[in-house]
C-alpha cells in the first residue's frame, strides 16, 4: 500500500485503522462484485469537505461528470462555507452543505443527522474526492450505494468497490480529473467558473463604485489559512509601494473577517494607501471583485484558487506548500518559491527547519514585483 500521508502520527493511525479493516471487511471484499460502471447510472454523489480551495479545484470534475451521464442527477457534499461557491454552477443538481467534526468545529448531533438525511437515498455512484480514510469510514461505508470509487493513498481501500491508481504527485486538480477520467468521462474543455448571476455581478459593480475602486485595479489578498503559508506583512507593504510607484493602479487590500487586521497592518505601511475591502465581502462578492481585477498577488490560499477559475492573472507566493500540487491551475500565473527540500516532507502546520518559516523569508520583495512585471508584461506560467 502506497499512503500520501506526511504527519507520521496520521500515517500509523491509518496503518492500524487498514489492519483492522482489511481483517473485517475481507469477507466481503471476497463476494463484492464490481460491476458496470456506466451502465444505468442516476444518481451520483460527490464528497470534497475541505478545505475551500480544495473544493474549488474539484470544480473542474463536473461539467465532465454531467457531459458523461447526462441524465443522472449530481448532488455535491461540501463544507458550509464552500457551497456557496457552488450556487448557480449548471452541472449540479443538489448542493449538500456539511461540516464534519473531524475537520471542522462541529457536533457529533449535526453528523447524525446529515447521515440520516443521506443514507434514506439510494445513489449508483459515490465519488470521494478527498482520499480520506475518516470520510470513507464515516461517509462513505454508511451509505446505499452500488459503486463506491476513490483513492486508497489515504488508506480504506476495502470500502470502495473501484480504487482509483495513485501513479505519481501532480496537480490536485488533476487528482480529481483523474477520478472522473476512470468512469470514462472526457476532461476536454473543463470549466470551473464560480457562477455569479446578473444581480451578484451588478452588486460587485456597485461596490466598487462606492468603494472608489476604478479599472484597472490590483488586489492583494495577504492571508491563508495555515500561517506558516503567508508571507510576512512588510514584504507585502513593500512590493505594494513598488507597484503603485511603477504602475500608479489603485490596490485592494483584500481578506476574511479574521484578516482585516492583517490588512491594516500593511496599509499603515503604505504611503499611498490602498482600499481595503478586508472583512466586507461575501464569498460571492470576492469571486465578483477578483474577476474584475487585473491582477492578484497573494500566498497559496483559496481566492488564489478563486482567480485560477475566473481566470485572472496571478502572482502567488508559496512557502512550505508545493506549487506542483496546488499552484494556480492553468492560469496566467507566476509563482514565486525557494528551493528547500523540507518543503516535501512539510505537513505545512509545524516548521521542521532550523530556521521558522524560512522559506517564506527568504523570498524578497524584489522577487515579488519582479514577477509582477514578468506577469503583467505576459510571459507564460513559470511552473
Known sequence: ????????????????????????????????????????????????????????????????????????????????????????????????????????????????RFIKQIRAEKFDIVLEARGDIRELWFIVSLLKSRFKVGYSF????????????????????????????????????????????????????????????????????????????RWSTKGYAEVCEMVIKHYEMPLVLLGSEAEVNLANDIAKDIRFKPIILAGSLSLRELSGILSESALLICNDSAPMHIAAAMETPTVAIFGPSKSLETGPYRNTCRVVEKDFPCRFTCDERVCGHKEYQACMKEITPDDVFNAVQELISRKPCNY
Open 154 to 229: 489515504g488508506g480504506g481501500a476495502y470500502l470502495l468497490t473501484h480504487v482509483v491508481p495513485f501513479t505519481h504527485m501532480k496537480h490536485r486538480v488533476e487528482y480529481h480529473l483523474d477520478l472522473v477520467r476512470y468512469l470514462g468521462c472526457s476532461t476536454d474543455g473543463i470549466d470551473w467558473r464560480i457562477y455569479l448571476s446578473k444581480e451578484e455581478r451588478k452588486r460587485v459593480r456597485e461596490i466598487m463604485e462606492i468603494s472608489g475602486i476604478k479599472k484597472p485595479f490590483i488586489s492583494i489578498h495577504p492571508g491563508a489559512r495555515l500561517p506558516l503559508k
Open 1 to 112: 500500500m502506497k499512503y500520501k500521508i506526511i504527519n507520521k502520527k496520521k500515517l500509523y493511525a491509518t496503518i492500524a485503522a487498514d489492519l483492522m479493516g482489511n481483517i473485517l471487511f475481507s469477507p466481503i471484499k471476497m463476494f463484492r462484485k464490481k460491476g458496470d460502471l456506466n451502465r444505468n447510472i442516476k444518481n451520483i454523489l460527490l464528497i470534497r469537505t475541505a478545505y475551500m480551495g480544495d473544493i474549488i479545484m474539484t470544480l473542474p470534475v463536473l461539467k465532465s461528470l454531467k457531459a458523461r451521464f447526462p441524465k443522472a442527477k449530481i448532488s455535491f457534499v461540501a463544507s458550509k462555507e464552500g457551497a456557496q461557491l457552488l450556487e448557480g454552477n449548471p452541472y449540479i443538481d443538489r448542493v449538500l452543505p456539511f461540516n464534519p467534526f473531524w475537520f471542522y468545529k462541529s457536533s457529533i448531533a449535526e453528523y447524525i
